[in-house]
């Protein structure tokens, strides 16, 4: 283990812990999880009960679960790469601001969009929550491109905040015609550290 390991699967929310890892330069292994069966595997649920990635090992053996602690974990341990703004900059507080916001309420939208089974037992209200889901994501990143300065979230520097709603828009594709959304899209992937984690994670595809 040459010091990180990242627990991963194609198309997931690991794709930002990766933009993170590579952004920051720092070394890792990766673990790919390539299905359900693998997310259910004794190991890994022993790792994260919740059988979910993305899941980052820190080479003193601590488990982090959760896209958004991981970052945050990330940016405490090297504030030098700035993947957030510096703590106590107001515009630290933006940024992990609408971290937050995405995580609790954009990332939850998209998983009610792609599994409605798992919010209800009834299978005609699917297409509903389904609907109502999209909608949610339409509100959220509608109020996201509102607080966008452009053309990153801060202004002129990108964040991994920026990568997070990028990577979100990606499961949602009509964010892109907010304009401040697509540009925000355009610019991050202009970052090969992110494009390449975004490659590596089949998105845009
Ligand atoms: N709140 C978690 C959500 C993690 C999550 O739901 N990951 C999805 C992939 S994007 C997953 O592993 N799903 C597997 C499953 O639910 O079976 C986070 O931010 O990391």
């Given at each position: 283990?040459?010091?990180?390991?990242?627990?991963?699967?194609?198309?997931?929310?690991?794709?930002?812990?990766?933009?993170?890892?590579?952004?920051?330069?720092?070394?890792?292994?990766?673990?790919?999880?390539?299905?359900?069966?693998?997310?259910?595997?004794?190991?890994?649920?022993?790792?994260?009960?919740?059988?979910?990635?993305?899941?980052?090992?820190l080479?003193?053996?601590?488990?982090?679960?959760?896209?958004?602690?991981?970052i945050l974990?990330?940016?405490?341990?090297?504030?030098?790469?700035?993947?957030?703004?510096?703590?106590?900059?107001?515009?630290?507080n933006?940024a992990?601001?609408?971290?937050?916001?995405?995580?609790?309420?954009?990332?939850?939208?998209?998983?009610r969009?792609?599994?409605?089974?798992?919010?209800?037992?009834?299978?005609?209200?699917?297409?509903?929550?389904?609907?109502?889901?999209?909608?949610?994501?339409?509100?959220?990143?509608?109020?996201?491109?509102?607080?966008?300065?452009?053309?990153?979230?801060?202004?002129?520097t990108?964040?991994?905040?920026?990568?997070?709603?990028?990577?979100?828009?990606?499961?949602?594709?009509?964010?892109?015609?907010?304009?401040?959304i697509?540009?925000?899209?355009?610019?991050?992937?202009?970052n090969?550290?992110?494009?390449?984690?975004?490659?590596?994670?089949?998105?845009?595809?």
């Amino acid at each position: 283990m040459t010091g990180y390991r990242l627990y991963w699967k194609k198309g997931s929310g690991s794709m930002v812990v990766e933009a993170a890892l590579l952004l920051a330069g720092l070394p890792y292994d990766d673990v790919r999880i390539e299905d359900a069966a693998g997310l259910r595997a004794p190991d890994f649920v022993a790792l994260n009960p919740a059988g979910k990635v993305p899941v980052l090992a820190l080479a003193t053996g601590q488990v982090i679960t959760e896209s958004a602690a991981i970052i945050l974990a990330l940016d405490d341990e090297f504030p030098e790469k700035r993947l957030l703004p510096p703590h106590g900059a107001p515009a630290r507080n933006t940024a992990v601001q609408w971290l937050i916001f995405m995580a609790t309420n954009i990332y939850p939208a998209a998983l009610r969009y792609y599994h409605p089974e798992r919010h209800t037992a009834d299978k005609s209200a699917e297409a509903a929550i389904r609907l109502k889901a999209g909608l949610d994501m339409d509100r959220d990143f509608a109020q996201l491109a509102d607080a966008i300065e452009g053309p990153f979230l801060l202004g002129q520097t990108m964040t991994i905040t920026d990568v997070y709603a990028a990577m979100l828009a990606d499961w949602h594709r009509p964010a892109l015609s907010l304009p401040e959304i697509a540009t925000l899209v355009a610019e991050v992937l202009k970052n090969p550290a992110v494009s390449q984690a975004w490659r590596n994670h089949g998105f845009g595809e």
